[in-house]
């Protein structure tokens, strides 16, 4: 596959990033134009390794060492005809997917692994360039209705699969803009939304509906559905936070990171957002809990606020900077530092958030915490932590940001409505993505739980194939 001595030749590089003293002032993407000929040569580290492992390290089965090969003899029609055909939505996954595909190259394992998420994301960058992707609706529509409720990474992806099989496919989503964590989760240094707006200007024109401002369960009753569609496919996401239920939780300036988010999105496009439910880091000592990509994206909008003091906690132990040899193809345990980071973030693990310091206003003003050994406890077969006595200490705190994860989407209104079964984390339960209820398959964060936008664009696919077959079978 491509050169097969790319690997001895060239090193792994990866485009630039603007300063940082220049990025933070504005919300574009950060990394700087890479010249085609240095990615070609990206594409020519990858191995003729025999078995590529990346394709199973990747949710998608991504054809990777195929597509690299194409851009190494630049054949890129080729290489976009090769990408596509696993992955729907290449110029997201090319630019926010953690690369799963990366911590599995067989290259990885004594060298850096090569660039498979900046080539994908050139793949496909190229072919709107070029003009290889337009817009392609079914020659013959099947009579049939679908109905995908939410509009996020699994729902976009079930309702381009659907579409190609000539149904007619309506998205409904309760938000007023289309891409749900796509569109408000995700920083637009990390995706600017015009990124999306391409996208689904493309699915309009290959015939796929979409209806906004629609929370389905509460604007429209589930029985309306019910007689106007064959199918529901339920792709909403998890979307309960999960919270910190610790003395002084209840003052203000403490909110799910996901709030802070989404209203600095909406500024972001122009939304006006009123000044006594503006969320702000301006001149504060912003903490971020949660040691995670969602509390990355809180300390890198925070920087943008010029926030006076950016901290992130996480309970649990600094990873190691590298990976063990023992780890490979699994995603490793290992220190990650994103772009936000390097904007500026203390950041400190092991720690405890015990309680919030709160003003006679009822406005948090620090927070106490203490640091944690962890250990492994045999009879429980489980680690555990013991507070380490004498570290109690109080930092200052002016916005609090809870960054640690969601639970299970909501149950009030839709899922209630439809009666489907939960399983015991309270997420939907669906069985090769069919519920208890007929006719109705869940697919994404909503039937798997909080993960990755690669696996919700899998599970979109791999949904919408069940439904598929269950129209035919009607």
């Known amino acids: ?12 590089e990866l485009p630039s990033s603007r300063e940082v003293d220049v990025r933070k002032n504005d919300y574009k993407e950060i990394y700087e134009e890479f010249p085609l000929e240095k990615t070609r040569k990206q594409a020519a580290r990858c191995m003729d390794c025999g078995v590529p492992f990346c394709h199973s390290g990747c949710p998608l089965g991504n054809v990777i060492p195929e597509f690299n090969d194409a851009v190494y003899r630049e054949e890129w029609q080729e290489a976009f005809q090769i990408l596509t055909s696993t992955n ?5 996954t090319g630019r926010i997917c953690p690369a799963p595909c990366e911590s599995a190259c067989v290259l990885g394992i004594n060298q850096a692994p090569v660039a498979i998420e900046h080539i994908e994301k050139s793949i496909i960058e190229m072919a709107f360039e070029k003009g290889y992707l337009r817009p392609k609706a079914p020659t013959i529509r099947s009579g049939k209705k679908v109905a995908v409720i939410g509009s996020g990474p699994a729902g976009l992806s079930a309702a381009v699969e659907l579409n190609k099989f ?13 891409g749900g964590l796509l569109r408000y989760g995700i920083p637009d240094f990390k995706l600017e939304k015009w990124v999306l707006e391409r996208r689904i200007g493309l699915m309009e024109a290959e015939g796929i509906r979409f209806k906004t401002n629609m929370n389905v369960g509460v604007d429209i009753h589930v029985e309306e559905l019910n007689k106007s569609f064959d199918a529901i496919v339920l792709t909403g996401g998890s979307t309960i936070p999960r919270d910190l239920p610790i003395p002084g939780r209840d003052a203000k300036g403490i909110y799910p990171a996901m709030e802070f988010l989404e209203q600095n999105n909406r500024r972001v496009a122009g939304d006006f957002i009123a000044e006594n439910e503006a969320i702000r880091a301006t001149d ?18 925070s ?22 040899s023992d780890s490979w193809p699994n995603w490793p345990l290992i220190l990650r530092t994103s772009s936000s980071h390097e904007e500026g973030c203390e950041r400190e693990w092991s720690v405890l958030t015990e309680s919030f310091e709160v003003n006679s206003k009822g406005e948090v003003t620090g927070i106490n915490l203490v640091d944690v050994e962890w250990t492994f406890i045999p009879a429980e077969n489980r680690y555990g932590f013991a507070k380490k006595l004498g570290t109690e200490r109080k930092i200052p705190c002016d916005l609090a940001l809870l960054a640690i994860g969601f639970v299970h989407p909501q149950h009030e209104g839709l899922l209630n409505q439809l009666g489907v079964a939960l399983d015991e984390k309270g997420n939907v339960k669906a069985s090769n993505y069919k519920t208890s209820v007929p006719s109705v398959f869940a697919a994404g964060d909503m039937r798997r739980g909080q993960s990755l936008v690669v696996w919700a664009i899998a599970e979109g696919r791999d949904a919408a194939k069940e439904v598929h ?3 035919v079978a009607c």
């Open 1 to 12: 596959m491509a050169d097969p001595k790319g690997f001895l030749t060239y090193q792994r």
């Open 88 to 92: 729907n939505f290449p110029e997201f």
């Open 166 to 178: 000539g149904h007619s496919v309506t998205v409904f989503e309760r938000k007023d803009r289309i």
């Open 284 to 301: 504060k000592h912003v903490v971020v809990i949660g040691g995670g990509d969602t509390g990355a994206d809180c300390v890198g909008t």
């Open 303 to 324: 920087n943008r606020h010029k926030a006076k003091s950016v901290t992130q906690l996480e309970l649990l132990a600094k990873p190691p900077s590298t990976r063990t």
């Open 469 to 471: 077959d269950h129209l």
